[in-house]
């Protein structure tokens, strides 16, 4: 069965890093995009970007450019989303989701992460 | 950017049917796909292509859309269908997804 396990909870500092790791089983990682959404607290869902896992090109949704970094490690079927200089602002739970293409030519996520709760506070 | 609008809630008694709007401009021209999300649960998908149904979804789950407005339905409601519910779309002009504002269902 398609699963899509995520990193545990992380509580940073403002102006540190954060990498979220999500791995993927129980289907060909390489044949399916992976995507990411934030929702901070009590907000509904943003989408952030996507990867394609083929190719490792990533695009990035309005407001997730320059700070936030999709990557890929295709040997252990995981996708990774890094966020640097952190701020109070990004305290969100992310999901990474896998992006199925319809027969009516768009898109939808199939298969959720559990979700990673990135806490940033002094 | 394409927007979607969802009410923020909708409260319904068990065994009656709950309907949830999603509202977009000329929504009616795009395929509209509807995700459950439980307390401190990621969103699940319950309907794909307007009305399709994963496997799994119960029958009571279904969606129209036509105009300016999809409508997720669902029927003979029960307590564990309280969740909150978002819509969401394919942007074909930006190439990004976009979703609803979200509609919580309390179950009376």
């Known amino acids: 069965q398609v699963q899509l396990v995520q990193s545990g909870s992380e509580l940073k500092k403002p102006g540190a890093s954060v990498k979220v790791s999500c791995k993927a089983s129980?289907?060909?990682?390489?044949?399916?995009?992976m995507n990411w959404v934030r929702q901070a607290p009590g907000q509904g869902l943003e989408w952030m970007g996507w990867?394609?896992?083929?190719?490792?090109?990533?695009t990035y949704a309005q407001g997730f450019t320059g700070r936030f970094v999709f990557s890929l490690d295709t040997s252990v079927s995981t996708a990774y989303l890094q966020i640097s200089s952190l701020e109070a602002e990004d305290t969100a739970v992310y999901y990474c989701?896998?992006?199925?293409?319809?027969?009516?030519?768009?898109?939808?996520?199939?298969?959720w992460g559990q979700g990673t709760l990135v806490t940033v506070s002094s | 950017s394409y927007v979607l609008t969802q009410p923020p809630s909708v409260s319904v008694a068990p065994g009656q049917t709950a309907w949830i709007s999603c509202g977009g401009n000329?929504?009616?021209?795009?395929?509209v796909h509807w995700y459950k999300q439980e307390p401190g649960q990621a969103p699940l998908l319950v309907v794909y292509?307007?009305?399709g149904r994963p496997s799994g979804i119960p029958e009571r789950f279904s969606g129209s859309n036509s105009g300016n407005t999809a409508t997720l339905t669902i029927s003979r409601v029960e307590a564990g269908d309280e969740a909150d519910y978002y819509c969401?779309?394919?942007?074909?002009?930006?190439?990004?997804?976009?979703f609803g504002t979200g509609t919580k269902v309390t179950v009376l």
């Open positions: 292509d307007d009305s």
């Open positions: 000329n929504i009616g021209s795009k395929s």
């Open positions: 129980g289907y060909t990682f390489t044949s399916y995009a």
């Open positions: 990867i394609n896992t083929d190719t490792g090109n990533p």
């Open positions: 969401q779309v394919w942007d074909g002009n930006s190439d990004h997804y976009v």
């Open positions: 989701a896998r992006g199925r293409h319809s027969a009516r030519s768009t898109w939808f996520l199939d298969y």
